[in-house]
């Protein structure tokens, strides 16, 4: 429920971030037809991969959602374990400031 809850707002940051250097990518371990089925109720947007594989070592799941930003060369600079809401003008400033280093 909490990653439900969050997907608003993400979709909000990923449409205000379109003409930036970014890419947004949600993650799943969910069945497929799960996800198709809640992708189109809710009219997302963001790509969603579907993994059927180990995660990352240093990108380890600490529940449900997990989030992270990558800079770019793939390294997290930042991470969020609880809901949060990721339309804000301080999570852009944070995001475009990775451009930069």
């Known amino acids: 429920m909490p990653c439900i809850a969050e997907f608003p707002a993400i979709e909000k940051l990923y449409d205000s971030m379109k003409g930036d250097n970014v890419a947004f990518l949600a ?6 037809q799960r996800v198709k089925a809640f992708v189109e109720k809710h009219g997302l947007r963001l790509p969603v991969y579907l993994s059927r594989g180990k995660f ?21 600079k930042f991470r969020s374990v609880e809901p949060a809401n990721w339309d804000d003008d301080g999570v852009r400033t944070f995001i475009r400031g990775l451009e930069t280093n």
């Open 27 to 32: 993650v799943t371990r969910d069945d497929e």
């Open 56 to 76: 990352p070592n240093d990108l380890p799941l600490h529940g449900s959602p997990t989030t992270y930003i990558l800079d770019r060369k793939g390294a997290a």
